[in-house]
């Protein structure tokens, strides 16, 4: 959340499950250059393209489909994924590809007894953990490049 609280002017943002796009577009909202959500929903997809229309956000691009989408290298500063354990394992090395230099992976959606298997899969990958918050059962990670 705290993220979004920030100036963003001239950075770029990748959101993986975006939802209903509303973290794609405070990000524009808050002067993102570039900001790309990814859903894999076609319903959910729908209504964030809806979304978008009715925030006048229309710099906001939005992808229907998975990982597969993304195929900029280095392309942004901030990637967020909000999705189950399995599909982070899986896509966690296309979020390191399309990741710039001293940018961040925000991952969400998992239990804090995953911690151990993503970040053993972030180290992998050259990835380093900056912080984590855990809420009852729910875990957030923040990684950045070494």
């Known amino acids: 959340g705290r993220l979004l609280n920030n100036n963003l002017e001239g950075l770029s943002l990748l959101d993986m499950g975006t939802g209903t796009g509303i973290l794609a577009i405070l990000a524009a909202m808050r002067g993102a250059e570039k900001v790309v959500g990814v859903e894999i929903d076609p319903a ?18 939005l992808r229907l489909g998975g990982a597969e989408t993304v195929t900029e290298t280095g392309a942004f500063d901030f990637v967020m994924a909000n999705i189950n354990r399995n599909i982070l394992l899986a896509d966690m090395k296309s ?15 998992f239990y804090n007894e995953d911690i151990p298997v993503l970040i053993e899969k972030a180290e992998e990958l050259g990835l380093r953990e900056v ?9 957030c990670l923040i990684l950045t490049t070494p």
């Open 44 to 61: 959910a997809y729908e209504n964030a393209v809806d979304n978008i229309k009715l925030n006048d956000t229309p710099e906001v691009e």
């Open 131 to 139: 912080n984590r918050r855990d809420d009852e059962s729910w875990a």
């Open 95 to 109: 979020f390191r590809s399309v990741l710039n230099e001293g940018g961040y992976l925000i991952l969400s959606g």
